[in-house]
Structure formats: C-alpha cells, structure tokens
C-alpha cells in the first residue's frame, strides 16, 4: 500500500484488496490524516496568499484530478453493491472535512493580509450609526450673543488663553500690587518665573486687538477664563466669558446705554429695561454695573430676583483714558466703552439653571433638556 494518496486511490478498492467496511473507514481514516498534514504543511510555509490555499484546494476537490473526484470515480463507481453506501458516507464526510478545514485556513490566510495591509474592517459592511449631538447650552448662549452683537456692527476676535501678566494686568491699567489683583488670583504656568498665567478675563484681546488696529474698533471676544476660585454652586476655576470693545472719535455715554439697553432686550425680552449702578474697575472710568429688570416676574419681584424685580447682568463702562496710554491710542481724540459679561451666569439666569456643575458634568439627562 502506497502512502501518496494520489497513487493510492488511482486504484480500485478491489485492486487495493479493500473488502470490508472496516477497512474502508480505515483507508478513509488516513486520508483525512493525509489531508490534515498537507494543510498544516501550507500553513507552516507561511505563504500566507490565496493562491496557496487555492492549489491547497485543487490537489482535494480538484473537479478533474483532485484526491475526491479520483475516489469517487475508483472508489465508489466500481465498488460492490454491499460496500457503495459505506464508502458513500465515508466520502461525504471527508469532504465535509476537507471544506471546513480550506475556509478556516481562507480565513486564518485572509486576516493576516488584512493586518499587513491594516485593513481589518469589512468595508461593505453597513456602518454604525451614531447619535449625533447637539450644541452645549454655553455653545447656544455664546452663539446667541455673539449675534446679538455682530448685527449691530461688531466683529468677533479671539485670543490665547496663556497671557502674560503685561496683557492680562498692567495693560489694563492693573499695575502690580493693585488691589483688584486680589480677586483676580489666578494660575501661573509652572516654569516660567510668573512670566505666563492663564487668563483671568478676555480683555487682553482688547490690548491686543488695540495694538494691531487703528480705530475705529468694534469687536467681542468670547472665550475661556480662569481664576482660582474653589468649585461651588456658583463657582469654577473656569469660566467662559465674552468681552466687548467699542473705540471711535464720536462715542459717547449715549452709545454705551444705548448698546447694553438692545443688548438687554435683544436676549431677555423687549420689556425689559435697563438701569446702571455707579460700580469701579481700572480700566473703564466710570464704571457701571449693569441690571435689567427680571425677565421672570417682569420687575414684580420674585425668587430668581430675590424680590429685589433687578438682577445683575454684567459690568461695563467707559475705556480708561490711561488704557490708551498702552496702546499708543491718542487719549484726546478717541472714546470708547468696553463690558466683560460672564456667559454662564447668563446662560444659568436665563435657562433657570441653579448650579455651575452642571454646565460641565456632561449628563445627557441635563444637556438634553436643551436640545
Ligand atoms: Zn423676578
């Protein structure tokens, strides 16, 4: 008995001296061993294409020449009657084998072409489907001021959150050792000898933007602002912010009140009025904090305005002269108002949101609720 099963089943089973059932399963039994062999064989070649599997696949299943086609036409066609259905099953169930064991080595060959190529993904495979998101409430507040400005005229411009304390202070006419540095406690970038800190509000863009423009100058700057202030219900050590500068030869107190009373009505109603209290900050002179009447109770008194029908909206005035100074704007020609709105007090005022957390703990059962 030969062992290359090409030879073997060019013979009858007759020719072989097969005779028995038994015999057959055994002869069959070897077989499968042989094939088991060639394909470990393939494998261990490390080819690793197709076209290995494939000629893998023609020495067995071959239609014309392959090992099954050989057994059928030698094997079974002239078998004798009483041992065709054995050597029938013996045959289905070899080449059930057979194909099993070629798609596990399809695949096992197909994914390491897939990780050569870095394409283990079935392309034609539908995607998946994600929910989309929708703007964050401070996205949608931020959105909604800037164009409540930019319809009457102003440009939005941002700037760098690290600031160096020229832009974020003495520019600002907070010289060092001032007073309202105090609130203004901020994070200073390790390293850098207090050369850099994280800024406390946005008006260094109005340095900035100062520098480079010639007036006149219109513009708002929104963006993220930092101070060391520990986390509460009303605080975070980061806010958002949006600032405003207005300069030009002709503008007036008028300009200003007129400005923040479209501003007052444009976002919390067109009832709503506006009134300024007498209030300091270095650099604008005067100063003024601004109140609208309460956009709940309409000025009635409630417990969002703590009875008081006023709440406060930002701070605001005219530029401090001496800020011109810095920016090597001419003091006796030029005018100018500026106000520093703090965005998520807005945003909580308006949307009757009452802890600062929950701007930022990304909860969907929170952010959805603004849609
Ligand atoms: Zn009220």
Same mark, same amino acid.
């Given at each position: ?44 070649? /490390? ?12 020495? !067995? ?13 030698? !094997? ?56 989309? /998101? ?18 009457? /005229? ?30 203004? +406690? ?12 994280? @800024? ?7 340095? @900035? ?6 007036? %006149? ?52 109603? %067109? ?19 601004? +109140? ?17 029908? !006023? ?5 605001? /005035? ?11 704007? +001419? ?12 965005? +998520? ?27």
């Amino acid at each position: 008995m030969t062992t290359n099963p090409r030879e073997q089943t060019k013979q009858t089973l007759t020719q072989l001296g097969i005779q028995s059932p038994g015999a057959i399963a055994q002869e069959f039994a070897e077989l499968r061993g042989q094939f088991d062999q060639d394909k470990v064989n393939f494998i261990n070649i /490390g080819v690793g294409d197709r076209n290995q599997s494939d000629a893998l696949r023609l020495y !067995w299943l071959g239609r014309k020449a392959g090992i099954l086609s050989q057994i059928t036409n030698n !094997w079974l066609k002239t078998a004798p009657p009483e041992l065709k259905p054995t050597v029938g099953q013996e045959l289905n169930k070899l080449k059930a084998h057979i194909e099993l064991a070629l798609e596990e080595t399809l695949n096992y060959f197909k994914e390491r072409v897939d990780l050569q190529l870095g394409v283990a993904e079935d392309l034609s495979l539908p995607g998946i489907e994600r929910a989309y /998101g929708t703007r964050h409430l401070i996205r949608q507040t931020f959105e909604e001021l800037q164009r409540i400005f930019t319809a009457i /005229g102003f440009s939005v411009v941002q700037g760098p959150e690290i600031e160096t304390p020229y832009y974020n202070f003495e520019a600002l006419n907070i010289p060092e050792h001032h007073p309202a540095r105090d609130n203004m +406690d901020t994070f200073y970038i390790e390293g850098a000898r207090n050369s850099h800190l994280l @800024r406390t509000h946005t008006s260094p863009m109005q340095i @900035r933007t100062m520098e480079k423009e010639k007036p %006149p100058v219109r513009i708002v700057v929104p963006g993220k602002v930092y101070r060391r202030d520990n986390p509460d219900a009303t605080h975070g050590y980061m806010f958002h912010q949006i600032e405003g500068l207005a300069v030009d030869t002709d503008i007036t107190f008028c300009d200003f009140k007129g400005t923040v009373e479209y501003f007052a009505r444009e976002f919390l109603g %067109p009832k709503t009025k506006t009134r300024l209290r007498p209030s300091y900050f270095p650099f604008t002179e005067p100063s003024a904090e601004v +109140d609208a009447t309460c956009h709940v109770c309409g000025g009635k008194g409630c417990r969002v305005c703590k009875f008081s029908g !006023w709440i406060e909206l930002f701070g605001a /005035g005219m530029v401090n002269p001496a800020v011109y100074g810095f920016v090597k704007y +001419d003091p006796e020609r030029l005018s100018g108002f500026a106000f520093g709105m703090g965005v +998520d007090r807005l945003a909580m005022m308006k949307y009757g949101v009452t802890e600062v957390p929950l701007l930022f703990q990304n909860d969907l059962r929170f952010l959805q609720q603004f849609p």
